[in-house]
């Protein structure tokens, strides 16, 4: 695939019920992140994989949000018992290397809404 | 990592050349200076980096001073598809770069 793909695009849950989201990132890029962007703000950092390693996870909200990479290519970021706040985009970016030097390319996002 | 501060929006006309401006007062030496942009319904989509001096590319430039407490992004000749939010983000050369955005800035580019 040429880019980063994400699916659902949309997904409409009700409260309290359990969503998955996956991510396929670009084949061979070591470093994977997820970001939660609400409406009218930039994203916000989740967590972040460098292979199937789950090196920092200090963005995710509450512990109702796990992320895992267990093969080091495709994602999934689930969210547990969701409540309203949780409504939001949420992004998966990847990239080659890890470091700032590394751009980032981003998949088009998964727009949760939780009625 | 450095706060940025940029203009929350800005308007333009078709063929004008665009300047946005970024202040990062608190950058590191380690720190590089990105540029995303961001369509409605879309990721992010980086632009531009750069540590110091002149950047350019096929999209844009980059202006960084000596201090490196301010960059612009400029855009030349904007054409309607260009409206978009423009990030700037310090990002840290280091491992586990995740990037920390602001409200960015809304160009707004009219005919």
């Known amino acids: 695939g040429a880019g980063v793909s994400q699916s659902p695009r949309y997904k409409v849950a009700k409260r309290g019920q359990d969503v998955a989201l996956r991510c396929d990132p670009i084949?061979?890029?070591?470093?994977l992140f997820w970001y939660q962007q609400a409406l009218g703000q930039g994203p916000e950092f989740l967590t972040y994989?460098?292979?199937?390693?789950?090196?920092?996870k200090s963005g995710l909200p509450s512990d109702r949000f796990f992320a895992e990479r267990p093969e080091g290519s495709v994602s999934t970021l689930k969210i547990q018992r969701t409540q309203q706040e949780d409504s939001a985009v949420y992004l998966c970016?990847?990239?080659?290397?890890?470091?700032?030097?590394?751009?980032?390319?981003f998949g088009p996002g998964t727009r949760l809404t939780v009625t | 990592l450095a706060k940025t501060t940029q203009p929350i929006s800005m308007d333009s006309y078709e063929g004008q050349e665009v300047n946005i401006t970024c202040s990062h007062n608190?950058?590191?030496?380690?720190?590089?200076i990105t540029w995303y942009q961001q369509f409605p319904s879309q990721g992010p989509r980086f632009i531009i980096q750069?540590?110091?001096t002149k950047v350019t590319n096929e999209v844009a430039s980059l202006f960084i001073p000596a201090d490196r407490k301010s960059s612009t992004l400029s855009l030349p000749r904007v054409s309607l598809s260009d409206t978009a939010v423009y990030y700037c983000?310090?990002?840290?050369?280091?491992?586990?770069?995740?990037?920390?955005f602001g409200t960015g800035t809304q160009l707004k580019v009219e005919l």
């Open positions: 970016a990847s990239s080659l290397g890890s470091g700032g030097k590394y751009e980032q390319y």
């Open positions: 084949s061979g890029h070591v470093s």
């Open positions: 994989f460098q292979n199937e390693a789950q090196l920092d």
């Open positions: 608190n950058i590191a030496t380690n720190d590089y």
């Open positions: 750069g540590y110091k």
């Open positions: 983000l310090v990002t840290f050369t280091g491992g586990g770069n995740k990037l920390t």
